[in-house]
């Protein structure tokens, strides 16, 4: 299968992942009010899996993770689960 990518033309595409984290939904008054320093809480956890996002599919879960040696203070997502391409998660 692996042969399979690489031969692909379209293997080299670079595409864009959405990490979510989670989302807030103030009403547009608190927004307004926000300044720096102000804490807008979301509806996840910090040990909640974060979830990986191509356009509207998701298409994994993770964990974030800060990484270690030359990209140290750096975020990274360790995944946990990972979609069927035919099914989904």
Do not use: C, H, Y
Not at 52 to 64: H, K, N, S, T
Not at 68 to 73: I, K, L, S
């Amino acid at each position: 299968m692996d042969d399979l990518a690489d031969n692909n033309p379209f293997s080299q595409v670079p595409i864009e992942i959405t990490i979510s984290v989670g989302r807030a939904r103030p009403q547009v008054k608190e927004l307004l009010k926000l300044e720096r320093d102000a804490v807008l809480a979301l509806d996840r956890r910090v040990d909640d899996p974060v979830e990986l996002w191509v356009g509207d599919r998701l298409i994994a879960r993770g964990e974030l993770e800060e990484m270690e040696g030359e990209n140290a203070g750096r975020l990274a997502v360790r995944l946990t689960e990972v979609a069927n391409l035919k099914g989904g998660l």
